[in-house]
């Protein structure tokens, strides 16, 4: 991951925290979970210990994908299984894999090609990334945060005009990157290998 010119650290504090231990709002970001039921069940587990309130999935939830290999345990209807009880505690957009069909058995909307939200401080504009991109930006107002998955590659970027983020993938990362997600407290974001737990990026805005 390039560097940037922001206030970041590296660090190896365990990701998690006692769910409710504290009042402050906090986002957990992943994506590309390609059917692994594994991958999902370790996301999940991770979401728990964190204490956050919300899950952004960034799209590819259901399929592996023509150019992937098959992922770890791949079982969509088991990651169907797992995700659903999670519903309203779940955010997400569309990935390029994702199909109608796909909405016919998540509970949760999954078709809406971007998500444009604001937390008390931030603007946030969430989208899967085959469409819009550092490369082919959409609309935003200066300081916006762009967030892709789709690259399966973690990243923090700053552009003249807009922050770049991207968790990677939780179930089939490249670029010898981590199996990977990220959480979001206040103006904070930090980066989280899955299987260890550790912290190996952070950026506060
Ligand atoms: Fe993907």
């Not at 590819?60 to 990651?79: E, F, Q, S, T, W």
């Not at 990935?95 to 909405?103: H, I, R, S």
Request: glycine fraction near 6%.
């Amino acid at each position: 991951m390039p560097a940037n010119k922001g206030k970041e650290t590296t660090g190896t504090a365990e990701a998690e925290k006692s769910p409710g231990a504290e009042e402050r709002t906090k986002l957990m970001i992943a994506s590309d979970i390609h059917g692994s039921a594994y991958y999902c069940r370790r996301m999940l587990e991770a979401f728990r210990a964190s204490g956050a309130e919300r899950l952004l999935l960034l799209g590819d939830i259901l399929y592996h994908g023509p150019r992937n290999d098959l992922p770890r345990d791949y079982a969509p209807k088991d990651v169907i299984g797992m995700l659903n009880p999670y519903a309203d505690r779940i955010l997400c957009v569309r990935g390029n894999c994702e199909a109608e069909v796909d909405q016919m058995v998540l509970d949760f909307p999954v078709l809406a090609d971007y998500a444009l939200f604001m937390t008390e401080r931030l603007t946030i504009y969430a989208t899967h990334g085959h469409i819009w991109n550092p490369e082919h930006r959409p609309p935003m107002i200066p300081g916006t945060i762009l967030l892709n998955g789709h690259t399966h590659v973690p990243r923090c970027e700053e552009y003249p005009d807009f922050l770049y983020m991207n968790p990677g993938s939780v179930s089939i990362p490249k670029e010898d990157s981590p199996h990977s997600y990220m959480l979001l407290e206040e103006e904070t974001f930090t980066w989280i290998d899955l299987e260890t737990g550790k912290e190996y990026r952070k950026y506060q805005i």
